[in-house]
């Protein structure tokens, strides 16, 4: 796939900012998690976790590309792509539980 320099910065840049807004929402949720039951406390730091594990994992993924030359972009792009789609899910799944507290 052939991405021009201009497009690939804006793409970074769509995905920079949803990893602002989602260490943002995780905020919101650790301040949520503080305010539940000790019982429930613990499977929600338990999603936390992975939140956060997977949040870090898309940051690593959002430097390899903008490392990254021209020729690695298919290799690099495609990895992004499936670790955005899993914090994508975990995010909405973490919101769902948290919702049902």
Do not use: C, N, P
């Amino acid at each position: 796939m052939d991405i021009e320099k201009s497009d690939r910065q804006q793409y970074q840049e769509t995905l920079q900012a949803q990893l602002e807004e989602w260490g943002i929402d995780l905020a919101k949720l650790k301040a949520m998690a503080a305010e539940t039951t000790a019982e429930a406390r613990l499977e929600l730091d338990l999603q936390l976790i992975t939140l956060e594990t997977k949040l870090a994992a898309g940051k690593v993924k959002l430097a390899e590309l903008a490392d990254t030359s021209e020729d690695a972009w298919d290799s690099i792009h495609g990895g992004l792509e499936s670790a955005w789609d899993s914090l994508t899910v975990a995010f909405r799944e973490a919101a769902d539980k948290f919702k049902q507290r």
